[in-house]
């Protein structure tokens, strides 16, 4: 799998929108980019996942370059619940073992 | 609440010990993984069952063993325990090796 680089923290005003950028310049065509956060020592929480198309779900939206060499995760509108460490992973999608691999990840504070 | 439940939450023992941690993927999920989160290294892949079956390991050490039962359960086994192994033990669980993982509440395991 791809190695990502991510900002290892950020700091974001509540009720403003978060951008957590992540580099994978080394993805290859077949590999999805997965979010994930973590909440302090709680199990990680899947967010969104995209291949080239831009996504959108109900928690966040993700913005991926046309060359695929980077990423954008957006909390449109944080919360002091959002706080946390936020893990960009790049994976392939195959019948075979799909761990994910965690960097370092961005650790994301919101302040009121 | 992901679906995922891992019993015990907190388990505190002494080198030497052997323990056995429990999960209880979502329903319908086949797919389950067990992940190490400890201070030093991070959140780390141990091992993946799909429907009964081994389908990936990662840095899982020796003393360490698995399996999936027919009801789809887990078990991650741990002998021999020293002072490192204490650390975070999350299990996830997803349909298919191809859909997101969903993470239980983890098991902290401390070794005195």
């Known amino acids: 799998d791809a190695k990502t680089t991510q900002p290892p923290s950020m700091d974001c005003a509540e009720g403003r929108a978060a951008n957590l950028p992540c580099n994978h310049s080394?993805?290859?065509?077949?590999?999805?980019v997965y979010w994930y956060r973590q909440i302090h020592s709680q199990g990680p929480q899947y967010i969104i996942h995209?291949?080239?198309n831009n996504e959108t779900n109900e928690m966040a939206s993700l913005i991926i370059t046309e060359d695929r060499k980077s990423s954008t995760l957006i909390l449109p509108h944080a919360t002091l619940r959002d706080t946390a460490v936020y893990y960009c992973?790049?994976?392939?999608?195959?019948?075979?073992?799909?761990?994910?691999?965690f960097g370092g990840g961005t650790r994301l504070m919101v302040k009121p | 609440d992901s679906g995922v439940t891992q019993t015990p939450k907190h388990l505190i023992t002494a080198t030497g010990q052997r323990v056995t941690l429990r999960c209880s993927p979502r329903?319908?999920?086949?797919?389950v993984y067990w992940y190490q989160q400890s201070l030093d290294q991070g959140l780390q892949f141990l091992i993946q069952?799909?429907?009964?079956?081994?389908?990936a390991k990662g840095n899982i050490l020796e003393r360490f063993s698995a399996q999936q039962f027919p009801d789809l359960h887990s078990e991650l086994n741990l002998s021999s325990l020293e002072l490192g192994d204490s650390a975070l033990y999350f299990c996830?669980?997803?349909?298919?090796?191809?859909?997101?993982?969903?993470f239980g509440p983890g098991t902290r395991l401390t070794v005195l």
């Open positions: 995209g291949l080239k």
């Open positions: 329903s319908g999920d086949l797919s």
């Open positions: 080394t993805i290859s065509g077949n590999e999805y």
């Open positions: 069952y799909y429907n009964g079956e081994e389908r």
């Open positions: 996830a669980s997803s349909v298919s090796p191809l859909n997101e993982q969903f």
């Open positions: 992973i790049v994976r392939v999608l195959d019948n075979a073992g799909n761990m994910l691999t």
